[in-house]
């Protein structure tokens, strides 16, 4: 990843995060992934996520993921969620998203959000000033 922010936020892999052996159970780390990006809009972008589904009637659903799980993570580990927005466009946006802990990747993820009217719903433009907030986190991918 080059230029931009990046936005970062930790997570403890609790009890619940775990199987028997535990290790976190996969679909859970699909809870962190969400819970990083709301993460992102309370702290890096300002929004909340409560306030923009419950005032203002619009949300971000994700509607492509990819994730490669590449080592586990146990019970108690920190894990440090790197978020980068790698594309912004009129109503959706595409985020990458990287977990390590212990100085190991333990994942990776590419996150496509639409943002959308929930009275509908369907698809809307990104409004400017949520627009504008998100412009420092846009990362150039190099693949």
Known sequence: MTDGAVFRCTFTVRF???????????PRYVEMLNNAVEEWFEKGLGLPW???????HRGMPIVDLHVRFLKPSRLGEHLEFALALSSLGRSAIALEIVAEGGGERRLEARLKLVHSDLRGPKAVP??????????????????
């Open 50 to 56: 409560g306030k923009m589904h419950r005032t203002e």
């Open 16 to 26: 619940g995060d775990c199987d028997p052996a535990a290790i976190v159970f996969y």
């Open 126 to 143: 990104i409004p400017p000033d949520l627009r504008e907030r998100m412009k420092p986190f846009l990362v150039h991918i190099e693949r």
